[in-house]
C-alpha cells in the first residue's frame, strides 16, 4: 500500500510539488461537498417515500384488527410465542444447531411480534391524537378508522359520533351568528333610513312614516321574543301547564288576535282567516300559552305565504287516539316542496317559495320575510307536549299538522 507524505520534505522526497497536492487537496474537498450535497437533496426527496411506504406497511400490518375482543388478541400474542419458540427449540435439537443462534434468532422473532403488537394497539390512538389536535384547531371534519371489531373500534365509532356532533353544533352556530346578523341588519337599516330622512328633512313625520318605523322596530321585538322562546326552550326552562280547555272557544280567541295584528306585524289585510272545529264541543288537554304559539306561528307563516286574498283555515279534530287532538293550518300559497319538507321546521330555514315571496311581496305589504324562526319555535313546543308537526300532503297550497297527545303521554 502506498502511503500519502504528510509533510513537505516527504513530498518533495517522493518527487510531488507542493502545488500538485493543494490542487488535488481542493479537488477532494469539492468532491466531497458536492457528494454531501447530493447525499442531502436524495434524502430530502427520497426519505418521505420511503416513510410513507413504511408507514402504510405498518398501517397494514395491523393483526389485531379482527379479533373482537383486545384480551383475545394477547391471548394470541401468548399463544403465537409459545409455538414460535417450540419450534425454535426443535429447530436446535434436530439441527444441532448453536444455542446462541437459536437466541438470537428467538430475540428477533419476538422484537417483530412486538412491533406488530404494539402497532395494531397504537396506531388508533395515534389516530384519535392527531384528530383530537386537529379539532382542537378548529377542524372537525377529521375522522378515524372505525373498521376494527373490539374495544378500540367501539372506541372510534364513539370518537366519529362525537366528532360528527361537533361539526354540527358548530355548523350551526356559525349559521346562527350569520342569520341572527342579517335579520338583526336588515329592519335596523330600514329604521335608520326612515330616521335618517326625518332628520335630514327628506319626509315628514307624517302618520305613514312613523307606521313604517313601527313595522320595523316590531320584526325587530319578534325576532328578540323568538329568540328568547328558543333560548328558553333549549334550556329546557319552560314547564307545561296543562289543562283541558275548549277548543271552539279558545281557537276562536286565537284567530281574533291573529286579525289585529295582521295590520301591524306585516301588513297583510287582504287574508281571510277561517276556523273549522269539528265536533264544536271538542275539548283538549294542553298547555294553552304553549299552543297559543303555535297555532299563531303557523298562522302568521301562512299568511306571509297567501296570495292577494288568500284564505287561511285552521282545522281541528279529535286525534288518532284517545284524548288525542289534532289540528291544521292551511293556506293557498306556493307550497313547500317534498325536497325541503324536511328541513322547514330547522331555524332560520327558508324554502325557495318563501324567498321568492318575501322579495316581491306576497300581497299588499309583502315581502317582510319574517324571522325564519316561527316553525322552529312551534316544533319545539309541540316537542314539548310530546307530540308531532309535519308538512301534509296537500293538493294546493301548504298544510301543516299538528298533533298532541292525551293526558297519559303529555310531559306534564
Known sequence: MTQLPDSPS????????????????????????ALGRVHQRLRRRWEPVWLGWLDRLWEGLRPLDPYRSVKAALGALVIVSVVIT??????????????RVIT????????????????????PLDEMTDAARAMADGDYSRRVRGDRRDEFGELAETFNQMAADLEAVDRHRKELVANVSHELRTPIAALRAVLENVVDGVSDSDPETMRIALQQTDRLGRLVEHLLDLSRLDNGVVPLHARRFEVWPYMAGVLKEANMSKGQGHSRT?????????PPELTAY???????????????NAVKHSPPHGRVTVRARPGATRESLEVEV?????????????????????????ENSSQRGSGPGGGDGGTGLGLAIARWAVDLHGGWIRVAESPKGCRIQVTLPGVEEAKV
Open 10 to 33: 516527504a513530498t518533495r522526497a517522493a518527487g510531488l510539488p507542493r502545488t500538485t497536492v493543494r490542487v488535488t487537496g481542493r479537488f477532494l474537498g469539492r468532491a466531497l461537498r
Open 86 to 99: 417450540t419450534l425454535l427449540a426443535l429447530f436446535a435439537v434436530n439441527s444441532a444447531t448453536e444455542l
Open 104 to 123: 438470537i434468532i428467538s430475540i428477533i422473532a419476538s422484537l417483530l411480534i412486538t412491533q406488530f403488537v404494539a402497532q395494531s394497539l397504537t396506531a
Open 270 to 278: 287582504d287574508v281571510h282567516l277561517h276556523l273549522d272545529v269539528s
Open 286 to 300: 294542553a298547555d294553552a300559552e304553549r299552543l297559543h304559539q303555535v297555532v299563531a306561528n303557523l298562522i302568521d
Open 330 to 354: 292551511l293556506d293557498e300559497g306556493p307550497g313547500i316542496p317534498e325536497s325541503e319538507r324536511a328541513h322547514v321546521f330547522e331555524r332560520f330555514n327558508r324554502t325557495k317559495a318563501a
